[in-house]
C-alpha cells in the first residue's frame, strides 16, 4: 500500500518563456498557477501511474506530444497514449514517474535544462482502476524533440496535436491528418466523434467517450479526458462540444467509487 507523492512547483525562471508568443505565454502561464484539490487522505493504492503532458510551442501554436503504443503490448495496444507509467517505490514522486517513462518510451533527456515543470492536476481513473496523475510540462528548446526515439518494445510513432483542438476541433483541419476510412480513423463524422457507455465499475453510471482525429492514431478515452482538461485551464475556454454524459461521474466521485470496491 503506498500513498500518493506529489511534487513541489517551482517557479520558472526568469524570463524562461520569452520565446513564446503572447497567447502561449498566457496558456503556459495559466497552468502553471493551478492548483488541483487535494487528494482525499484516504486514496492509499498499490495502483498509482503518472503521464507527462509534454507543451511546447511551434509557428505559434501549443502543441502536446502523444504517442501510439506498440501492437505488441498486452494492454491498449494501438492505442494513443501520454507517455506514462506505473508509479516505482523507488520514484521520489509522480514527477519522477512520469520522466523516467518519458525517457524510457520516446527518449526523452533525463534532467532536460529546457524543461520546466508547469502543475499536476487531479487524477484520473483508469478502467483498469489504476488512478492516473498528469503532470505538465513545457519544452522551449525544440532540438531536443528532433533527438527523440521511440521505444522499439513500447512505442510505434511519436506525433504530436494542437492543444487548443480539444476544445475546438475544427482547429485540427489543417493538420496533415490520418485518411478517413482508415483504422485510424473509421468513424463518419470529420474531426471529432462522441458516444456514451454504461461503465459498470463505476456501478453503471454513464461515460461519454470523446476521439479526435489526429496525423496519428485517434486520441481517445483517458488520453482524451486529461488533455481536454489540460486545454481548459490553459485556454480558461470550455469545448465547444457538449462535455459530459448525463450523470456521468465526475474527478473524486468516481475515484471513490472505484476506490471503494477494490
Not at 484516504?42 to 502523444?66: C, F, N, P
Not at 524543461?115 to 505538465?136: A, D, G, N, R, Y
Request: hydrophobic letters at 40%; aromatic letters at 6%.
Amino acid at each position: 500500500m503506498t500513498v500518493i507523492k506529489l511534487p513541489t512547483i517551482s517557479s520558472l525562471p526568469l524570463g524562461a518563456l520569452e520565446s513564446l508568443t503572447e497567447t502561449s505565454r498566457a496558456v503556459v502561464q495559466r497552468l502553471h498557477t493551478y492548483t488541483p484539490e487535494p487528494w482525499p487522505s484516504d486514496y492509499a493504492s498499490s495502483k498509482h501511474a503518472s503521464v507527462l503532458v509534454l507543451l511546447y510551442e511551434r509557428d505559434g501554436i501549443i502543441r502536446v506530444l502523444l504517442t501510439t503504443r506498440s501492437k505488441a503490448l498486452r494492454t491498449h495496444a494501438g492505442q494513443t497514449a501520454l507517455p506514462g507509467g506505473k508509479v516505482d517505490d523507488t520514484d521520489t514522486d509522480v514527477v519522477h514517474t512520469a520522466l523516467r517513462e518519458a525517457h524510457e518510451e520516446v527518449g526523452l533527456p533525463r534532467d532536460c535544462p529546457d524543461l520546466h515543470l508547469l502543475c499536476h492536476l487531479e487524477p484520473f481513473v483508469s478502467l483498469h482502476k489504476i488512478l492516473v496523475t498528469p503532470v505538465v510540462a513545457v519544452l522551449l528548446d525544440l532540438t531536443v524533440l528532433d533527438k527523440l526515439k521511440a521505444s522499439e518494445h513500447e512505442v510505434s510513432r511519436i506525433f504530436s496535436h494542437p492543444l487548443q483542438a480539444f476544445l475546438e476541433p475544427t482547429l485540427a483541419a489543417s493538420e496533415k491528418l490520418v485518411e478517413k476510412g482508415t483504422e485510424d480513423w473509421i468513424y463518419e463524422t470529420e474531426l471529432h466523434d462522441a458516444s456514451d457507455v454504461k461503465v459498470q465499475m463505476l456501478n453503471g453510471a454513464m461515460y461519454r467517450m470523446h476521439r479526435f482525429r489526429s496525423t496519428g492514431s485517434p486520441i481517445k478515452g483517458l488520453t482524451s479526458d486529461i488533455m481536454i482538461k489540460v486545454a481548459q485551464i490553459g485556454y480558461n475556454m470550455t469545448p465547444s462540444y457538449e462535455r459530459y454524459a448525463p450523470t456521468q461521474l465526475l474527478g473524486y466521485d468516481a475515484i471513490s467509487v472505484v476506490v471503494a470496491s477494490t
